[in-house]
């Protein structure tokens, strides 16, 4: 069974950064696409960001394009989300998401693209 923690959300004033980390467990992810997505009070979960295995392709939301960076280290099984200049608006529950299958699309962005979840980390930006 895998199981996936986000940890690094906060409080952040608008205009400033924050680095979201999920750690993995229970399986080697190297092979597999991992995401971020986000949930707004009120709103559904959207797509954020994507990696493939090996970390050099991504795939951005168009809300954080140029403002989020999703990285990753396969020796620690983990993701990274950089996120700079952050918005009021990008206020929500992080979640951090893998795929059970090996492989990497940048169509990978619906919620059913992903078999595994972490529990989130919340993200809270004053304006």
């Known amino acids: 069974q895998v199981h996936m923690v986000e940890s690094g959300g906060g409080l952040v004033q608008a205009g400033g950064s924050l680095r979201l980390s999920c750690a993995a467990s229970?399986?080697?992810?190297?092979?597999?696409?991992m995401s971020w997505f986000r949930q707004a009070p009120g709103k559904g979960r959207e797509f954020v960001a994507a990696?493939?295995?090996?970390?050099?392709?991504?795939t951005y939301g168009d809300s954080v394009k140029g403002r989020f960076t999703m990285t990753r280290d396969n020796a620690k099984n983990s993701v990274y989300l950089q996120m700079n200049s952050l918005k009021p608006e990008d206020t929500a529950v992080y979640y951090c998401?893998?795929?059970?299958?090996?492989?990497?699309?940048?169509?990978?962005?619906?919620?059913?693209?992903?078999?595994?979840w972490g529990q989130g980390t919340q993200v809270t930006v004053s304006s």
């Open positions: 990696i493939s295995g090996g970390g050099g392709r991504t």
């Open positions: 998401a893998a795929r059970a299958a090996l492989g990497f699309s940048s169509s990978y962005t619906a919620l059913n693209d992903y078999n595994y």
């Open positions: 229970g399986r080697t992810l190297s092979g597999n696409a």
